[in-house]
């Protein structure tokens, strides 16, 4: 017979091996999104009605361009850890799996999408500071 404590009942990372971890990234990506979306929302908040020239100049900039793509990497990462724990507590078996696949799927869609558009940015405002 096994004498376990709670203690030892509640040593390692939980019933699926992975649920410390899971909560502890989705806490410190929640705490570096809150610090990055303000800060990017006034960036593209400055950019809002100007031409488009002057906005892809704004980021083709350092500093706008990689906050840019850490909102999106950190924020949709965020997301779909999100929407997996949303899915395992209120859809099971085939549904759970392919919902699973979907939000993934849809944020790395969206990850490539902006990466790729703020890569062209970048690119473009490479060539109008060199011709221009």
């Not at 908040?45 to 990689?66: D, R, S």
């Amino acid at each position: 017979m096994r004498y376990l404590t709670d203690r030892k009942r509640a040593v390692g990372k939980g019933a699926s091996g992975t649920g410390t971890e899971h909560h502890w990234w989705m806490s410190a990506s929640a705490v570096a999104l809150a610090f990055m979306i303000p800060t990017w929302l006034y960036i593209v908040g400055t950019t809002l009605g100007m031409p488009q020239q002057a906005v892809i100049a704004t980021f083709a900039q350092p500093f706008p361009a990689i906050l840019t793509a850490l909102v999106v990497i950190v924020g949709m990462r965020h997301f779909a850890k999100g929407t997996e724990i949303w899915i395992e507590d209120y859809a099971r078996g085939t549904t759970a799996k392919a919902l699973k696949i979907a939000m993934h799927s849809l944020a790395y869609i969206i990850m490539a999408t902006v990466l790729y558009a703020l890569g062209k940015m970048v690119f473009i405002g490479l060539l109008l500071g060199a011709n221009g």
